[in-house]
């Protein structure tokens, strides 16, 4: 698989909303499965469940109940799912990764709390490898380690700190479809990506809220064209950047109510009312967003956690070759045609 | 048995007095540190801390996340034990309890949640400004129905509890008081929040709304104009009965427990003179609350005040937690104790009515108790907690397996120094010696456990 | 006293906090000045359960009113006091422990179960399901058991070994032996530790030996009646239970949340009822259910403010059942404090009438004084 040589940005529209409070409670993250299939993890103080959900806003129940035993969670904080949907979820509270099968029959679980080589203390972000394994944020020991899917340790980088390479307290990370990996380093305030043996390639971003700055970033996307996403949470949106990177947009949320919330809505009278009074303008707005994640189709499916709900946009992009996309220019111009 | 080290200047009982009063316990590690400079520095940097850093808002958000009144309160009880600014979290409590607002009714978390991180930021300043944002405190409005006091309609339950409750106690206004009060807070009232479903709480907004209120003519105690809400508010803080009343309940939260408030009317105070000198304070001061909370810390009566107060649910659930150590880092799994306070009597977020919970010997009855002990022995019980072990470690290296006396007075002294009836003390005496033989740190753990399931545990 | 069955009289205390509004529980629906006063809180009269060509309940009271038609329920209309005290918390201290002028500590219920068992042999005289212990059950020297959990009750429970834990309870009932030259608060301490392990014993089997085919609703006030049940049911010689249903105070959006509460307050009682009947322990048992004052007759717009002259409700299988008292005028130029509507029989008559009749307690030093007392009872 080969990146287009360029891209014409068309649009990034707002697609749609999913879920509503009661069914998709503070949703933290999304595993995407085959045909629209979506396992959306939801995480309150007394409730940490998977719900199964399809794109089309529909429900198709839960399963994980609260608990240290194996096969129950306590503060789960990623999950990602394999080409069997098999699902595989951390637990920063039992330090352990936990797998599942698509309706939740558990599988297994590995992890053990430490510092040592293998050993975890708050495990957070999860992604696969090209390889299949699993690396795994390792948040309070400031780096990331990589497992095969039965949790053989294979190989760790990163340390404490805020130079090239160093985290403090990570948090999201991903792997694109060259094998890269995209670290969120949460207290740093920043991105920082590798390559395939986990050597550091570049940085970016830095504390604040203007473009292309962050206020604890919680996760990152890539796309098939390399770009990039991330979910800025303190400061309530996503931003874009592109491969290089530099910052191309942000998504601050233009969330509609949900298929699920409108029938809701439809037998509520005395919610109408409500808000029918109220000003509703910042209900359409991220409100401490956390997970991020765009499948292959251009959607890109964030967890507006604060608003229990999913807000989807839609890329619009069209590839293209050298010929329509003229050579890059060392300065900016004023020069039309 | 009393360990003091070299060059401290300051007892450590009454050091951990005052952490039990003006905060929420403090280790025996940070006690010894505070004997080093003087009680009455010690009073100044409860009074005015240095700005927080220890509690970062991102990692509170972090791993407390979520908008249920669990997650806010395991975040408040977090503060409670690792705050340095320790009097400010209890000063929260404290207009928690005086403006006791219910979720029972409320149901807006947000909203209660919001009025507590207003009692955070406004409790320790002035008093005008305390009950100025307590009338505009969404929360408070609902609660007490000002939404519904309308221009030419008025709801007189603000007003009424404003006086009766908040500020004066019944006697030292007339009903007719309370009607112009009402009419003056009419139109004070918020916008309309989107409803919870389907996407979540938003917070309520302190609303003027001049259409609905009355500008005619009133006389409250006795000054005639064109009131208004904060003129209400201004001419309340003046009154000398006003300064008595919330000196009495601070009297009443930190020194000593009162009679309960409906009663205040009819009952002098436990300690006049110290009232006296407080409402001076408070006055003389235009409403400082400091300068009320200086007098009264640095009284001999709160000095002398050791063990007399029953500690209120949240304060023995936060003092145990804070014993046990397993909290000094944020991690998840606070939000398990949120609830542990309402088994014995006490919902924060959620006081059972406008009057607030009933304190002193209320607090106790057979099923709260039966709470207590259980919470308080399975919490000390286990000795692999961070901070059980550092006692048991402490007892054993000073000389505690010496005697089964040495046993009892080590362990009543590393928890806080606590001073126990001879019957109690002889009932501990008497297990320490009958479990001579058993592993050492078995014993200690043991009697800590016993003595947090003692009767002068219950009191601070 | 009217009792001649076997056994001992039991009284059920159910306390709705809040101030409940009585004109809107029984309605007088035929009434132009109801109608007119209540725009927005008025139940229209095609909704009201009639019980008579003036008179009848609140759509959601209709557990009640099958009990009131079979003759099971007393309704006292118009209780109350002179110059009736509208703070919540003065208005409920002056029914706990009935004594209008001045303030006391002495709970009315503590006061009759020092009657009833002078000694203090049986820390369940009175028992208390639910948050805290009210002022009405409270007395120097009277002891009584409080449960917020009946299922899991019992000390020190987190030690698993019973050996240590039997050696542990030892030592607590050595510190909480009650020492007469303390203070009274450590004193207090002690008498409730030492109450609790006399209760635990005995309260620890009641959840075994109970079955039961009634099916209580899933609500506070459903879960206390059924604790009381229960307890009953064991015969651990319980004479006074106490239970309370809060939520009443409403100031506003009244019609929502008084729907919700009798639903709750009037199902429960009817399956507590059943529940009893089912044992055959219901002829020794009477319920009262009271508030602390009624509410303002003009509604405010979305709710009542307070107000007096409310009512309260005894039910039982003994009890006479009907209307007792005068409803109260509702000739504004009879009102009390020109607004509310004023009371026809005094609180303590009540009282002693619970006390005299049904308990066989002398009245006249709990309620201080002497009060007519009314006739609800009927004969074995």
New interface residues.
């Given amino acids: 698989m080969t990146r287009p040589y360029g891209l014409l940005r068309a649009g990034f529209p707002f697609a749609k909303t999913l879920g509503m409070r009661r069914l998709t409670n503070f949703p933290i993250d999304i595993a995407l499965g085959p045909e629209g299939r979506m396992y959306i993890l939801c995480r309150q103080d007394g409730a940490a469940l998977v719900r199964k959900y399809h794109v089309d806003d529909e429900d198709q129940g839960n399963w994980g109940e609260m608990g240290e035993e194996e096969g129950k969670l306590q503060w789960p904080v990623a999950i990602i799912a394999d080409a069997e949907e098999i699902i595989f979820i951390s637990d920063e509270r039992l330090h352990r990764i936990s797998s599942f099968d698509p309706d939740g029959e558990f599988i297994s679980c590995w992890g053990e709390q430490g510092s040592g080589e293998g050993q975890l203390d708050g495990p957070s972000g999860i992604t696969f490898d090209l390889d299949g394994n699993i690396l795994v944020v390792d948040t309070m020991n400031h780096r990331v380690q990589k497992f095969t899917r039965d949790g053989e340790f294979i190989s760790t980088f990163g340390s404490f700190g805020s130079g090239p390479g160093e985290f403090n307290m990570p948090w999201g990370i991903t792997v694109d479809e060259l094998g890269e990996i995209y670290v969120v380093d949460w207290r740093n305030d920043r991105v920082q990506k590798f390559d395939t043996n986990g050597e550091f390639v570049f940085e970016f971003g830095r504390s604040g809220d203007g473009d292309g700055e962050f206020n604890r970033p919680t996760d990152v996307a890539v796309d098939l064209d390399g770009d990039i996403y991330v979910t800025d949470r303190g400061n309530n949106r996503v931003q874009m950047f592109n491969s290089e990177p530099r910052y191309v947009q942000k998504f601050l949320g233009e969330a509609t109510l949900s298929s699920v919330g409108r029938d809701y809505m439809m037998t509520n009278a005395s919610p109408n009312r409500l808000r029918d009074m109220a000003v509703l303008e910042p209900q359409k707005l991220l409100r401490q967003p956390k997970g991020v994640v765009i499948d292959e189709e251009g959607r890109l499916f964030i967890t507006d956690t604060g608003s229990y709900r999913v807000q989807v946009y839609q890329k619009e992009v069209i590839h293209l070759t050298s010929q329509q996309l003229a050579p890059p220019m060392r300065n900016v111009t004023l020069h039309q045609e | 048995m009393t360990t003091t080290d070299a060059g401290a200047t300051t007892d450590i009982g009454l050091l951990a007095h005052l952490y039990r009063r003006a905060g929420f316990g403090a280790t025996r590690e940070q006690l010894e540190e505070l004997s080093h400079q003087s009680y009455d520095d010690t009073v100044e940097f409860l009074l005015n801390p240095t700005p927080e850093v220890d509690l970062p808002p991102d990692v509170l958000a972090r791993y407390f996340g979520g908008e249920s009144p669990n997650s806010y309160v395991s975040i408040w009880i977090y503060r409670m034990l690792n705050s340095r600014c320790q009097l400010q979290e209890k000063m929260a409590l404290f207009w928690h309890h005086v403006f006791a607002t219910g979720l ?2 409320n149901e807006h978390v947000l909203s209660s949640s919001n009025q507590i991180d207003m009692f955070r930021r406004n409790g320790m300043s002035n008093l005008k400004d305390i009950l100025l944002e307590l009338s505009r405190d969404p929360a408070m409005l609902f609660w ?2 000002n ?2 006091n ?1 221009n030419g ?1 008025p ?3 603000y007003g ?1 509890e404003l006086l ?1 409750l908040f500020s004066m106690g ?1 006697g030292n206004y007339s009903e007719l008081d309370i009607k112009e009060a009402s009419r003056a807070f009419t139109g004070w009232t918020f916008g309309q929040p989107p409803p919870l479903y389907p996407h979540g709480y938003y917070p309520a907004q302190f609303k003027f709304d001049a259409d609905d209120h009355d500008f005619g003519e009133k006389t409250f105690l006795g000054q005639t104009g064109n009131l208004d809400g904060s003129d209400i508010v201004d001419i309340i803080v003046k009154q000398p009965a006003s300064a008595k009343f919330i000196t009495r309940h601070l009297y009443n939260f930190f020194v000593a ?1 009162e ?5 205040w009317n ?2 002098e105070p436990l300690d006049p003179q110290l009232i006296d000198e407080m409402s001076s304070a408070l006055l003389d001061s235009g409403g400082e609350m400091k300068a009320a909370l200086r007098v009264m810390f640095l009284s001999d009566s709160f000095k002398a005040a050791r063990f ?1 107060k ?1 500690k209120s649910p949240l304060e023995f659930v936060v003092g145990v937690l804070k014993m046990v150590g397993e909290f000094t880092e944020l991690r998840p799994g606070l939000e398990d104790y949120a609830t542990a306070s309402d ?1 014995m ?1 006490q919902r924060i977020l959620d006081p ?4 607030g919970w ?1 304190t ?3 607090w ?8 207590r ?2 919470f308080a ?2 919490q000390i ?1 286990d000795g692999d907690s961070p901070g059980i072990s550092a006692l048991i470690t402490r007892m054993i290296d000073g000389g505690a397996m010496s005697s089964p006396e040495a046993l009892v007075d080590s362990g009543l002294d590393v928890m806080g120094q606590l001073e126990v ?1 001879d ?2 003390r ?3 005496v ?2 320490a010696g ?1 479990s001579e033989g058993d592993p050492e740190p078995s014993r200690a753990v ?1 009697i800590l ?2 003595i947090a ?4 545990f ?2 601070a | 006293m009217v009792t001649a069955t076997k056994k001992d009289p039991v009284l059920v205390v159910v306390q709705l ?2 101030g409940n509004d009585f004109m809107n529980t029984l309605i007088p629906y035929t009434s132009g000045l109801y109608h007119d006063s209540r725009p927005t809180v008025g139940i229209s009269e095609d909704r009201v359960l009639k019980m008579n060509g003036e008179l009848g309940f609140h759509p959601d009271a209709g557990p009640l009113k099958e009990m009131f038609d079979e003759g099971d329920v007393a309704i006292i209309q118009g209780i109350g006091y002179e110059n009736s005290n ?5 208005a409920m ?1 002056i029914m706990h422990t009935a004594e209008p002028l ?2 006391v ?1 002495e709970g009315w219920l503590a006061l009759a179960i020092r009657e009833l068992d002078p000694a203090g042999k049986n ?1 369940l005289t009175g028992v ?1 399901f639910g ?3 009210p002022r009405a059950m409270v007395a120097a020297g009277v002891r ?6 009946l299922d899991g ?7 698993e070994a019973q050996e ?1 834990r039997a ?2 309870l030892d ?2 009932r ?4 009650p ?1 007469m030259d ?1 203070t ?3 004193s ?3 008498q ?2 030492d ?2 392990l006399a ?2 014993d005995q309260l620890q089997t009641v959840p075994g030996n109970y079955t039961s085919t009634v099916e209580y609703a899933d609500n506070p006030i459903a879960k206390s009646l059924r604790d009381v049940a229960r307890t009953h049911i064991s015969g651990l010689g319980t004479k006074i239970f106490y239970t309370q249903h ?2 009443y ?1 409403h ?2 959006v009244e019609l929502v949340n008084h729907e919700r509460l009798l639903t709750e307050l009037t199902g429960a009682l009817r399956d507590f009822m059943a529940d009893l009947r089912e044992h055959h322990a219901s002829e020794e048992v009477i319920i009262y259910v009271f508030t602390e004052f009624g509410r303002r007759v003009q509604d ?4 009542t ?1 307070h107000g007096s002259g409310g009512g309260a409700f005894i039910i039982g299988d003994r009890v006479e059942g009907g209307l007792y008292a005068e409803y109260p005028s509702l000739d504004p130029t009879t009102f009390a404090n020109g607004e509310d509507l004023a009371h026809t029989i005094d609180f303590r008559s009540i009282y002693a009438t619970l006390l005299e009749q049904w308990l066989g307690v002398e009245s006249k030093e709990i309620v201080r004084g002497v009060y007519e007392q009314i006739q609800p009872f009927r004969a074995a």
């Avoid at chain 3, 405010?300 to 709710?303: A, D, E, H, P, Q």
């Fill in positions: 029972i009714k007490l129905d939404n519904e309308h309609e709801n007189e339950n009424r009766e019944v427990d009679p309960q408030v409906p009663t009819d009952l007399k029953v088994a009597g059972p009515t406008v009057e009933h002193g010997k209320e106790i009855d057979g099923g709260n108790l039966t709470e002990v259980n022995a399975e019980g009836d019957s109690t002889d009932a501990l008497k297990f009958d043991r456990r016993l399931a003692a009767p002068e219950q009191f | 906090t809040g509208r703070s919540h918390f003065r201290d001045t303030i500590t820390v208390s948050r805290g212990l009584v058991t409080s449960v917020g959990d009750y019992g000390l020190m429970t987190s030690v240590q050696d542990e030592v607590f050595r510190m909480y032996t020492m303390t009274p608060a450590l207090y301490l002690q409730t530790g109450d609790v209760g635990i809060g939520g105070d100031h506003a405010n717009g979305s709710g403010d």
